[in-house]
């Protein structure tokens, strides 16, 4: 009888040995091939950050912040962020009540106003303006002068027709 008692214990525990041995070895499957998974899925973001980056760099490449050369025409002035600067600035012409003066246009549906800006260089900016309906863009030169007020003078514009949706 005793035998027969260990006989039973020694099945058990072999039985629950072979338990734990199989389940631990599909669950070691199942992580290795989560694993390589998410080796692979960290290899395509990496890649998808690497073209991101790159798409960043060449968008900035007409840019005033990442063209030395033309910072150097702002460098008596002491300002810490020249482009900053020149946009304020120039958001300052929405102030003015009704349309903003840079814009050629008379507001439809409410006064046109300058949305976005991107300063390219020492001399030139691209801004897009919009009344809410109509929408257009602006090529702007400009003059920063010592006293540092800015001069704005509208050098082509373009209203695009309205999209029916």
Known sequence: M???IFLYLFV???LLALFQYVTGNNMQKALTSDVK?????VVELK????TMHLKVLDMQYFSLDNNDDALAYYDHLNLE???LYIQDKLLETNEKKGDNPLIPYAGMESDFKINKIKVLN???ILADFSDGKYWG???IKYELKDDLSVDFTLAEHLLYAPQDY
């Open 2 to 4: 005793k035998r027969n």
């Open 47 to 50: 890649d998808s950050l690497q």
């Open 37 to 41: 998974q998410l080796e692979e899925e």
């Open 137 to 139: 863009d602006l090529i």
């Open 122 to 124: 020492h001399k030139w």
């Open 12 to 14: 058990f525990a072999a």
């Open 81 to 83: 962020n020249p482009s």
